[in-house]
């Protein structure tokens, strides 16, 4: 059996070739025409028929008009974390009159922005803090310090004004509690410090008054020392606040008319105690007299102590001058003994009275009555004469001590004593208030017994 014979490979035939290549041509003349540019001669208007009309050429799209500056602006300041530095240049911006010519855009992103703004947590801080210190309202500042929490304070934080603000307000609010809690101890330490205060925050410092509170809390407690009798310690106060607050009209009044009363007190120890000093040192020699004028002295709540003091040095002084009691005897008229006295009942009787004493005699008295056998008489003080001169003190021999001698003379008259027998002593009074008396039991004197020549005085007496 015959093999099969091998098939020969086919092979592009001529006519698909030329095809082929009709195709290729018809097509990129198709291409060319449809691309070629408008000015193109149009070969007939057969030709011109098939051609498409040339598509119209896209326009630029023109870029959007910037934002105005102060909207710029106000974005990189919110950007910064600046907000209120950003709000207050919105507000600005929207109230003038450029604000009416904004681009609807524009105006949309504005509107925006102060939404936002007046909707932030932050920012509504910072403003508290602001209006606080425009309008010196303590309280207010207390309150945006009081509502601050740590992410509110992170991000106060941020914007340097506000952290600026609340910096203050934490040091105004120390100041005031410091100022505060002096008032109610050191109050001239608080004066001081609201001085410093008004200074630097006079608006702050009209409402809050510390100053003249300071002061009045410095008079109240100058008035409650004056009452307890401390009068330095007022003074001191006082004068201190005066020189603090100079020429304050509201204090000067009351401060010195406080002053002059304190100044008057002093004085009048002074002089009190410059007559004091007098009394003492006559007190030395003349302790009497010194109690005396210590007894003249008005007693005063004020020196009522001090004079019983001296009273009592005084008397001490007495005591130790005047020790013992005082010595007092009845003489005759010639300063003779009594034994030697004749009593006529015809006549008056005359005596002498003597009496001494270690310091000082101070009053002598004589007494006498009438006795017989019909009875006693009533007792009768007759006065005495001093003899002059007076004797001057003599020394008694007992140490260094003085005797101070007086003598006087009294007169019965013979129509008191009537020829009776009469019964008669003498008291003494000395300095320390020691009484002798002169004779215990009293003494007594009788009539003398006349005879007969004598009754008719043919005999005198012997």
């Not at 015959?2 to 290729?24: D, F, K, Y």
């Not at 007086?406 to 003498?426: D, L, M, P, S, Y």
């Amino acid at each position: 059996m015959r093999s099969p014979e091998t098939v020969p490979a086919t092979s592009p035939r001529p006519r698909q070739i030329l095809a082929a290549a009709a195709i290729g041509v018809t097509a990129a003349l198709l291409v060319l025409r449809w691309t070629a540019p408008d000015s193109a001669p149009v070969a007939s208007d057969e030709t011109s028929r098939f051609v498409p009309a040339p598509l119209p050429a896209r326009p630029e799209p023109e870029p959007p008009p910037p934002l105005p500056r102060e909207v710029s602006d106000a974005l990189d300041l919110m950007a910064q974390g600046r907000l209120r530095e950003a709000q207050r240049l919105m507000l600005d911006f929207d109230a003038s009159p450029a604000a009416g010519e904004l681009l609807p855009d524009h105006r949309e992103t504005m509107n925006a922005m102060l939404e936002r703004l007046g909707n932030d947590p932050v920012l509504l801080a910072a403003v508290e803090f602001e209006a606080g210190f425009e309008e010196a309202d303590l309280d207010r500042l207390r309150r945006a310090l009081g509502s601050l929490s740590r992410e509110r304070m992170i991000a106060l934080r941020r914007d340097p004004q506000a952290s600026r603000y609340v910096d203050d307000a934490r040091r105004l609010t120390a100041e005031v509690d410091a100022i505060e809690g002096l008032l109610g101890s050191d109050r001239l330490a608080a004066l001081r410090l609201a001085q410093d205060f008004g200074r630097r925050h006079p608006r702050f410092a009209a409402g809050l008054a510390f100053e003249d509170r300071a002061a009045e809390a410095i008079e109240d407690t100058a008035g409650r020392l004056m009452a307890a009798n401390r009068l330095e310690e007022a003074r001191t106060l006082l004068l201190e606040l005066r020189s603090l607050r100079g020429d304050a009209a509201r204090a000067t009044a009351s401060v010195d008319t406080r002053l002059a009363s304190i100044e008057a007190v002093f004085q009048r120890r002074s002089d009190l105690n410059a007559e004091i000093r007098e009394i003492e040192m006559l007190g030395w020699e003349r302790p009497h007299e010194a109690l005396e004028l210590l007894g003249a002295m008005e007693r005063t709540p004020e020196n009522r102590r001090r004079l019983a003091q001296v009273e009592s040095t005084l008397k001490l002084l007495l005591d130790d001058l005047d020790q013992a009691s005082p010595v007092i005897e009845i003489l005759a008229a010639d300063g003779s003994s009594l034994d030697q006295v004749e009593y006529d009942r015809r006549e008056d009787l005359v005596l002498r009275i003597r009496a001494r004493d270690d310091y000082e005699v101070v009053s002598v008295r004589f007494f006498w009555r009438w006795f017989d056998r019909e009875g006693e008489g009533d007792v009768v003080e007759a006065a005495l004469r001093p003899i002059e001169p007076v004797p001057a003190p003599a020394t008694d021999g007992a140490g260094d001590g003085r005797t101070a001698g007086i003598a006087f003379e009294v007169t019965v008259t013979q129509a008191e004593h009537g020829g009776r027998n009469i019964q008669f002593w003498a008291e003494a009074t000395d300095r320390g208030g020691r009484i002798a008396r002169s004779a215990e039991p009293p003494q007594q004197l009788t009539p003398a017994r006349r005879g007969f020549l004598q009754r008719l005085g043919l005999r005198r007496r012997q």
